[in-house]
């Protein structure tokens, strides 16, 4: 199979991403150049793996777990805290622009907003990122805008 013929799938409800003569196809867009397939690519298999992460963190290790039972245990733990930074980090950006502020104003409007409603700072993030593409997700009257 020649590889302008080959075919991945982005995520189940993304659709293909092929390449073809003129660039890359995405379901029924069309791609200019590897770079955008590839970023949307990254984003709709990030959106695929967002209900893993909507999960609670892991909790501690259980008392006589073995050796490996504690290593995945921490492996998991990083995992879950990596993807936290990373939304919280979006939020930051999404409430930076929409506001025209600095990163750092932006980070302390957000732990403001959750401190003062007892939110961690990762779930409040998370709907400020969703706000970003749905005009239905409701944020406290400090972020928004």
């Known amino acids: 199979m020649r590889s302008q013929d080959m075919a991945v799938a982005a995520s189940a409800d993304a659709g293909v991403v092929r390449r073809t003569p003129r660039g890359w196809r995405v379901g029924g ?7 955008s397939a590839m970023v949307l690519a990254d984003l709709l298999s990030g959106e695929a793996d967002a209900e893993r992460f909507r999960t609670r963190a892991p909790g501690r290790v259980p008392e006589g777990a073995s050796e490996v039972e504690r290593l995945r245990h921490t492996v998991a ?26 990163p750092r104003e932006a980070f302390e409007r957000l732990r403001s907003s959750a401190r ?30």
């Open 29 to 35: 867009q069309e791609m200019p150049d590897l770079v």
């Open 77 to 102: 733990q990083l995992e879950h805290a990596l993807h936290s930074r990373v939304v919280v980090e979006q939020a930051i950006g999404v409430l930076a622009e929409r506001h025209t502020m600095t």
């Open 116 to 145: 003062s409603r007892g939110l961690k700072v990762a779930h409040l993030a998370r709907d400020v990122v969703e706000s970003s593409t749905s005009p239905l997700t409701s944020l406290p009257e400090e972020l928004s805008g």
